[in-house]
C-alpha cells in the first residue's frame, strides 16, 4: 500500500497535476498517473484512483468552462456515443502488469510530447475551423479513444482536445468545455467497468480527492480567463516524459 509520506508527496503532486490540467479544460488522469509512477505506486491501484480524481476535476472545468465559453453540443456527442460503452469495455479489461505499464507509459509520452509542442507554437490557435467533422467518422474516433481511456485510466481529453483543433473541427476555446464532459463521462463509465471487477482503492483517496478539487478550482477559474502557463505547461510535460520512460522500461 502507500506509506505516509508517500501518501502527503502525492497529494501535492495531485494537487499541482490539477491545477495544470484544468487550466486546460482536462481532467489530469495523465499527470495523476505519472505521479503515481514516478512514486511507484502498485498497477492496481493506479487506473481507479486516477478515474476518481479525474471525474472530481473533469467536473469543475465542465462547469467553469461552459459558463465562459458556452458548450457546443456537436463537438461532444457523437464522440461520446460510441466511446462510453467502450470506456466501460475497457475498464473491464485486465491487462497483465508488463502491458500495463508500456501502454500508460505510451500515453504518457504522447501527452509530453504533446503539451511540450503546443507551448512551442501559436499555428494551432490560428488554423482555420471548417467545423465538426462527419457524424460517422466522429462514431469512430470516439470508439477508439473510450476504449483507450477505459484500459489506461485517462478519460481521453488529451487526445480528443488536439484533434479537435488541430484537424481544424474547433477553436481552442470552443473545444474546452465539450472536452471536459468527453473527460467527465468517459471517467464515470471507465470506472464503472473497474467497478466490476472490485479494484483496490488505497485509504488516503479521499484526502487526494480534497487536493484535487482544490487544484481543479484554482486552475479552471484561471483557465476560463486565458492564463498564459506555457512554462507551468512545459515543466508538466518534463515530468510526464521521465514517468513514461520509466513505466515503459
Known amino acids: 500500500m502507500v506509506s505516509l509520506d508517500e ?8 494537487f499541482a497535476a490539477a ?8 481532467g489530469g488522469a495523465s499527470g495523476y498517473l505519472a505521479s503515481m509512477g514516478l512514486v511507484g505506486v502498485a498497477p492496481a491501484i493506479m487506473r481507479p484512483t486516477a478515474l ?8 469543475i472545468s465542465l462547469y467553469k468552462f461552459t459558463r465562459a465559453n458556452g ?13 462510453v460503452p ?3 469495455i475497457g475498464g473491464r479489461i485486465h491487462l497483465p502488469v508488463a502491458w500495463f505499464g508500456a501502454l500508460v507509459g505510451a500515453v504518457l509520452l504522447y501527452s509530453a510530447v504533446r503539451l511540450f509542442t503546443e507551448t512551442m507554437t501559436s499555428r494551432v490557435q490560428a488554423r482555420e475551423v471548417t467545423g465538426p467533422p462527419p ?4 462514431l469512430v474516433v470516439g470508439a477508439g479513444i473510450g476504449l483507450l481511456s477505459g484500459l489506461t485510466g485517462v478519460g481521453g481529453g488529451i487526445f480528443l482536445s488536439p484533434l479537435l483543433v488541430l484537424a481544424g473541427w474547433a477553436t481552442v476555446r470552443d473545444s474546452a468545455a465539450p472536452t471536459a464532459a ?18 483496490t482503492l488505497p485509504d488516503p483517496l479521499p484526502y487526494w480527492v480534497l487536493a484535487v478539487i482544490a487544484g481543479g478550482l484554482i486552475g479552471a477559474s484561471f483557465g476560463a480567463r486565458r492564463l498564459d502557463n506555457r512554462a507551468m505547461r512545459r515543466a508538466l510535460a518534463a515530468v510526464l516524459l521521465i514517468a513514461g520512460a520509466k513505466m515503459v522500461v
Open 7 to 14: 501518501a502527503l508527496l502525492l497529494a501535492g503532486l495531485f
Open 19 to 26: 491545477i495544470l490540467y484544468s487550466s486546460v479544460g482536462h
Open 52 to 59: 476518481v480524481m479525474n471525474i472530481a476535476v473533469a467536473s
Open 71 to 83: 458548450f457546443r453540443w456537436r463537438l461532444f456527442l457523437p464522440f461520446a456515443a460510441t466511446s
Open 86 to 88: 467502450m470506456a466501460f
Open 135 to 138: 457524424v460517422p467518422l466522429a
Open 182 to 199: 468527453f473527460i467527465l463521462i468517459n471517467s464515470i463509465a471507465g470506472l464503472a467497468g473497474l467497478l466490476t471487477r472490485q479494484p
